[in-house]
């Protein structure tokens, strides 16, 4: 049963698919979230993209991880953004893993797939704005290797502001009255919605206005029935091997 279940996965992580798909957290359905271990598990699962969250450590350095705490995944306590990159080096993720700095990801990655960094604190636009111009300018990386996503359109407008051609990712939930503008007045080039909040009108608005349509967390195929139905082009999920093999035997 094992041997048989290792196939199946390997199954799901060979086949190709024409919609992006991208890792949340990295392949986090199959590996501890935010690690390298998981980054790794959703590249051999031929993701588009990885999706990664970012929060700025109390010694300066950008770190990657999702909860403003540690309790739920480390066996530390307190918020990630009053810890030194020392003690969050010391603590371990859900038992054996590391938090990786965002510098340590890009290497880890060195654009085999490409990178959705999402802003989790507060004032860190320079921070990663600088850090993706280091790699484009010294470690022959591109611009469009990166998509900056945020539900702090501030932040992403200040990016933009500096420099326009990095792209970046308005996160929407619910459903705003003016449907897409939000995202189109701060010239972003996706809109990424909630898969609770979506809906054929709200896609076409956002098509409409020449930006793309990301949706998360889908990990459930009805729901990426539907949303191939309504015409996204793009998927963040925990399990990027069955939802690219799901749409492989589904096109």
Request: hydrophobic content about 45%; overall charge negative; proline content about 2%.
């Amino acid at each position: 049963m094992k041997k048989m279940m290792i196939g199946v996965i390997f199954l799901y992580c060979t086949i190709a698919h024409p919609v992006i798909i991208i890792g949340h957290r990295g392949a986090s359905g199959y590996a501890p979230e935010n690690t390298l271990t998981a980054f790794a598990r959703a590249i051999e699962c031929n993701v588009d993209m990885v999706e990664c969250d970012v929060w700025k450590c109390a010694s300066g350095e950008l770190v990657v991880f999702h909860d403003a705490k540690l309790e739920r995944l480390t066996d530390g306590y307190g918020s990630v953004s009053s810890k030194t990159l020392d003690e969050l080096k010391k603590l371990v993720v859900l038992g054996y893993e590391r938090i990786p700095t965002l510098t340590e990801l890009f290497d880890f990655v060195d654009r085999r797939v490409k990178l959705y960094v999402e802003l989790k604190g507060a004032d860190i636009a320079h921070d990663v704005l600088q850090l993706i111009e280091h790699y484009v300018e010294h470690k022959q990386w591109q611009y469009d290797d990166f998509l900056v996503a945020s539900f702090d359109h501030i932040q992403l407008r200040t990016i933009k502001n500096i420099n326009s051609a990095i792209p970046v990712a308005a996160l929407i939930y619910g459903i705003p009255m003016q449907l897409g503008a939000c995202a189109e007045d701060i010239n972003a080039q996706v809109v990424c919605l909630d898969v609770e909040f979506i809906n054929q009108r709200f896609v076409d608005d956002i098509h409409n206005r020449g930006m793309l349509v990301y949706v998360y967390t889908v990990n459930d195929r009805d729901d990426f029935t539907r949303l191939i139905d309504y015409g996204v082009d793009g998927v963040v999920t925990d399990y990027p091997g069955y939802i690219g093999v799901f749409f492989a035997n589904n096109n």
